[in-house]
């Protein structure tokens, strides 16, 4: 089983930066990618980005292509993403996700919720004046 605890959000004004982080735990004999997806009131969730376990592919969704950044810290079990140039729009419940893969080069994919094995609880994220 694997336990994921996401931080880093809060309240921002438009344009501004945030890092969130989701700490991974617990034992798994498998490989797994790791998403970020987010759902906003009254909105379906949506994927947003993902990372491979190697770290080596990586995967963002058209609407945020450019501004978010995904990465890994294997030695510390976290995967972050990087939320540059805010807009109201942003404004979200954001949880990460672990896709349990076949192989460890396995590369990222899926922006899926229905793929995902195991979930966060959520950071929320506020984009506001």
């Known amino acids: 089983q694997l336990q994921l605890v996401e931080s880093g959000g809060g309240l921002v004004q438009p344009g501004g930066s945030l890092r969130l982080s989701c700490a991974v735990s617990?034992?798994?004999?498998?490989?797994?990618?790791i998403g970020w997806f987010r759902q906003a009131p009254g909105k379906e969730r949506e994927g947003v980005s993902c990372i491979s376990y190697s770290g080596d592919s990586t995967n963002y969704a058209d609407s945020v292509l450019g501004r978010f950044t995904i990465s890994r810290d294997s030695a510390k079990n976290t995967v972050y993403l990087q939320i540059n140039s805010l807009k109201p729009e942003d404004t979200a419940e954001y949880y990460c996700a672990a896709d349990v893969v076949p192989f460890r080069s396995s590369p990222c994919v899926s922006l899926s919720p229905g793929d995902m094995d195991y979930w966060g609880k959520g950071t929320l994220v506020t984009v506001s004046s």
């Open positions: 617990g034992f798994s004999r498998n490989y797994y990618a």
